[in-house]
């Protein structure tokens, strides 16, 4: 996607009338159409001075939104056309290639399994209409199938990095979504009781731990029995 810098837009004398010229973004066309908005006439009643016609030229960019970044954004976004299914693979791609934390064969093992079932459902969907509404009859399709709600959690977390995933040539998101699990009415997790360790599992999980990794287990494990 081209980059979209601001615009002043320009005036057009075109057959005795002053003409507002601007470029627009417009959902379906790939390229940025030039529109003109009709102005006030140059000569006679009402006819507006070189001063006025900048300050009216300012305003109809303004009520047009045309430099509206977030306006900007999901023109692009609709104009990509691109899927679920085929941004899933690009982000899987990513996560296990990229050189900040990698993701360990495991888990992009379990992203994978998750995704199978997250693609027979939206796969085909484009990837600008995975959002709240549309994944609250996801969430009612899970809890169908009978998956637990810790599971539609985590299915649900994937799909939310694989939209997060797509981003701009300045890496900004281009779908960008405020998440509702109210609105979604995805489950309420009960009854999950937080892992404990024995003191001997605690020093074992320090000694397997690699880098930095160590350090935090180290620091933590010093201050959990500094409290007992």
């Not at 030039?34 to 009643?45: D, F, I, L, T, Y």
Request: glycine share 6%; proline share 4%.
């Amino acid at each position: 996607m081209a980059r979209r810098s601001g615009q002043t837009g320009w005036i057009e004398l075109r057959k005795g009338t002053y003409y507002a010229r601007f470029w627009v973004d417009d959902p379906g066309k790939p390229k940025r159409v030039c529109a003109r908005v009709r102005m006030w006439p140059a000569s006679g009643p009402g006819a507006l001075n070189a001063s006025e016609r900048s300050r009216r030229l300012k305003q109809i960019l303004q009520d047009r939104r045309v430099n509206d970044e977030a306006k900007i954004r999901v023109v692009q976004a609709a104009n990509l056309g691109i899927t679920f299914e085929q941004q899933a693979r690009t982000w899987l791609q990513v996560v296990q290639g990229r050189k900040r934390n990698p993701v360990k064969a495991r888990t992009a093992q379990t992203w994978k399994s998750h995704l199978n079932y997250i693609n027979s459902k939206i796969g085909s969907m484009q990837l600008a209409d995975v959002n709240n509404r549309n994944m609250r009859d996801f969430v009612a399709q899970m809890a169908s199938d009978q998956f637990s709600p810790k599971s539609i959690e985590n299915y649900l977390a994937v799909i939310k990095s694989v939209v997060a995933s797509a981003l701009n040539e300045r890496g900004e998101q281009i779908y960008p979504v405020r998440w509702n699990s109210e609105y979604m009415d995805l489950p309420v997790i009960e009854d999950q009781n937080a892992p404990s360790f024995t003191a001997a599992e605690i020093e074992t999980i320090v000694e397997k731990a690699e880098g930095q990794d160590g350090v935090i287990y180290a620091v933590l494990r010093r201050e959990r029995f500094a409290h007992r």
